[in-house]
């Protein structure tokens, strides 16, 4: 009479007694795979205004004062107190100032008993000042002095090293504020004032501003837009490449998140996660995929015929989410061994405390 009861109590038991493998599917609605393009046309349009950038110690100049050859192609330093120190004109300060600034300041002092109308150019060579941090999926992650011929994200990437293997192919560009100087340059917009990304990770303290301008490096520009990677750079700003990742959930039996690599596909994202459980249904698995306006889609994959060669696989993208539903079929004789196996494992534990 007792294992009746105990074979009815167990029957009644198979739906709500059978365990739920795996987390609830990430919610892919905050994921950034979209640029901002207000954000980033506006911050173009701001540095690319003829602003120049301001002068700081370790800055390499060249200066040129044509007719004078004392001061031709003059390499120089600013100092660390700020000043660069020229034949018979001694200490000028450039530590603050723009090469506009210093140029019309060299001028003046030539007027000043040496020439009568002087011809000066400054040319910075190096911006020692003017750091920028590329951290993430990139080769050599660190810190980078501007240059004159590199002053793009495009630049700075290729600075360092390029991509590595683990890149998810998303940028999060925070730009710094008021890095620059001179009497004509405009203000940093209040849309594109922004702080730091933390390294690595691209995450914003709540307090510190707006989030990271996020973009991803294969996505079409649209028309009448700028292109992202040639937004300007300047010194404080932080360049962060993703490491990719995308997420198995349901029926595995390693549900979680895991690292992205070049041709990852959904059956290989089941390997990965140590392969599917006996109530999976792979003739239905879903992949729920962020859209770049910030809506989801859902793509439909037979993994059965993946595995027998019929159809293609679905290549996989960073921030995925590869989902193995239960059968309902397979679902009722699983629940059934579930609730005996566990059952039986419960009795002999307390027949053997009972002995």
Not at 99 to 107: D, G, K, L, P
Not at 110 to 116: K, P, Q, S, T
Not at 207 to 214: N, Q, R, S, T, V
């Amino acid at each position: 009479m007792k294992s009746r009861t105990l074979c009815a109590l167990a029957l009644a038991a198979l739906v709500g007694c059978a365990p739920k493998h795996g987390p609830a599917p990430r919610d892919l609605d905050r994921a950034s795979g979209a640029r901002d393009d207000a954000r980033i046309a506006e911050l173009y349009k701001a540095r690319t205004a003829g602003a120049d950038y301001c002068l700081g110690p370790g800055d390499q100049l060249t200066v040129n004062v044509f007719g004078w050859d004392a001061m031709k192609d003059l390499p120089t330093r600013v100092s660390p107190t700020g000043s660069i120190t020229l034949p018979m004109l001694g200490d000028i300060p450039a530590g603050g100032q723009t090469e506009t600034q210093v140029q019309a300041e060299i001028e003046r002092r030539l007027r000043n008993g040496y020439m009568r109308d002087p011809h000066v150019t400054v040319f910075v060579q190096r911006f020692q000042s003017q750091q920028v941090s590329v951290t993430g999926a990139v080769a050599r992650p660190g810190l980078y002095s501007l240059t004159r011929d590199n002053r793009t994200v495009y630049d700075l990437l290729s600075q360092a090293g390029g991509l590595t293997e683990q890149a998810g192919g998303r940028v999060l560009f925070s730009p710094a504020d008021g890095a620059r100087c001179g009497a004509h340059a405009p203000a940093p917009p209040a849309a594109v004032q922004t702080a730091s990304a933390t390294a690595g990770t691209g995450a914003v303290p709540p307090a510190a501003g707006l989030a990271p301008i996020e973009f991803e490096l294969d996505a079409a520009v649209s028309p009448g837009q700028p292109n992202p990677l040639m937004l300007p750079v300047q010194g404080g700003d932080s360049i962060v490449v993703s490491r990719g990742r995308f997420m198995v959930d349901g029926w595995v039996a390693k549900p979680g998140l895991y690292s992205f690599t070049p041709g990852m596909t959904a059956y290989g994202a089941m390997s990965v996660a140590g392969g599917a459980l006996y109530p999976a249904d792979l003739a239905n698995v879903q992949i729920v995929r962020a859209r770049r306006d910030g809506t989801k889609e859902l793509l439909d994959v037979d993994l059965n015929q993946v595995g027998r060669g019929e159809i293609q696989d679905v290549p996989l993208r960073e921030g995925d989410v590869v989902r193995l539903n239960a059968s309902a079929v397979r679902m009722v004789p699983y629940s059934v061994y579930w609730v005996f196996t566990n059952l039986f494992r419960v009795g002999a534990g307390i027949s053997v405390a009972g002995v």
